[in-house]
């Protein structure tokens, strides 16, 4: 859960504020001292304490589980937060504001490889189908819009009945803008956002698979993938990476890994290798901006 920008950590029933934002350290170190049992948070801020210079200095012995919400996040970041900072029972939510919030969640007992690699089962009294260009149900495990209906989507958007009218249909069915897949059990996998979907030569690329991939690059701390505007093929693929502290990797090592472990058609035209992405209060980031900045570099 984020409160603001505040990050919380929970102790039995009580709520342990770390700092007036969020500061990794600060966070780490109240868990270690007021030996709290659940830790929520955005995947950018799991990733920067997994990563702090003194992460392993901190006693994390005390937390068993959490939340991770906001974002997809990264297979791997899960992997270690299950196994380096204690929390077995760690469960992922997904969900969207006009949805109050939470439509999907797993279960603190789901088998790891679900745990990691979806966003868990709905929430009872959830409906939640994946659709395609014309409405129409998919089969399980063909990528679609993923669509959510129940008690907790909201009735509209204030005094904007066309906007509404767009996400919300008569039936009373919400359109999430999200890119899902839904297996034989129930869990979905959340592929990408429709609007961020980059159609290189006629080829639909989603920022998010590349992304599960460049996280494992071994120098590789977080990593976003943007599309930009290209004359010859309509868009390009822009990845923007930061590196793990100490380390060093140049846009030809990114370039080799890429090519050994995707597509042609999916590889990066262009690398940019940054300290910081730019971030919502909440922490998620700002795809929209790391557009402008991409569009900007190229132009200057």
């Given at each position: 859960m984020?409160l603001g920008?505040?990050q919380?950590?929970t102790?039995g ?5 770390p ?5 990794a ?11 709290c ?8 801020m799991?990733i920067?304490m ?6 392993k ?19 791997e ?7 380096q900072?204690?929390m077995?029972c ?7 504001t006009?949805n109050?919030?939470?439509t999907?969640?797993s279960y ?7 745990k ?6 709905p929430?009872?009294h959830?409906?939640t ?10 089969p ?6 993923l669509c959510?209906?129940?008690?907790m989507?909201?009735?509209?958007y204030?005094?904007?009945?066309t906007?509404t009218?767009e ?6 069915w ?13 869990f ?15 080829e639909n690329?989603?920022p998010?698979e590349?992304e599960?991939?460049?996280y494992?690059?071994?120098?590789v ?16 693929i822009f990845?923007f990476?930061k590196?793990?502290?100490?380390h060093s990797?140049?846009?030809?090592d990114i370039?080799?890994?890429?090519k050994?472990?995707m597509?042609?058609y999916k590889?990066p035209?262009?690398?940019r290798?940054?300290?910081d992405f730019?971030l ?16 900007h570099?190229?132009?200057?």
């Amino acid at each position: 859960m984020v409160l603001g920008s505040l990050q919380m950590v929970t102790h039995g029933s009580t709520c342990v504020f770390p700092s007036p934002g969020f500061d990794a350290g600060a966070t780490l170190q109240s868990v270690g001292k007021e030996r709290c049992t659940s830790l929520y948070g955005v995947p950018t801020m799991f990733i920067d304490m997994l990563n702090h210079h003194e992460f392993k200095k901190f006693d994390l012995k005390s937390l068993y589980t959490g939340v991770m919400a906001g974002s997809p996040c990264p297979i791997e970041t899960m992997r270690q937060v299950i196994s380096q900072m204690n929390m077995p029972c760690v469960t992922v939510c997904y969900g969207t504001t006009e949805n109050s919030p939470v439509t999907y969640q797993s279960y603190r007992d789901d088998v790891l490889e679900k745990k990691v690699s979806t966003v868990g089962r709905p929430h009872p009294h959830v409906e939640t189908k994946i659709v395609d260009e014309n409405g129409d149900i998919l089969p399980v495990g063909e990528s679609g819009e993923l669509c959510t209906r129940g008690y907790m989507t909201m009735m509209e958007y204030w005094n904007d009945p066309t906007k509404t009218k767009e996400v919300i249909k008569s039936d009373r069915w919400y359109f999430t803008g999200d890119i899902g897949e839904m297996d034989e059990d129930g869990f979905c996998r959340i592929v990408g956002r429709i609007k961020d979907m980059i159609i290189r030569g006629g080829e639909n690329v989603y920022p998010l698979e590349l992304e599960q991939i460049l996280y494992k690059h071994p120098d590789v701390k977080d990593v976003q993938v943007v599309g930009i505007p290209d004359e010859r093929l309509g868009e390009e693929i822009f990845a923007f990476i930061k590196l793990k502290d100490g380390h060093s990797c140049s846009e030809e090592d990114i370039m080799k890994y890429c090519k050994e472990k995707m597509a042609r058609y999916k590889i990066p035209r262009f690398v940019r290798f940054v300290t910081d992405f730019p971030l919502t209060v909440t922490g998620k980031v700002q795809k929209f901006k790391l557009q402008e900045i991409a569009e900007h570099d190229l132009q200057s």
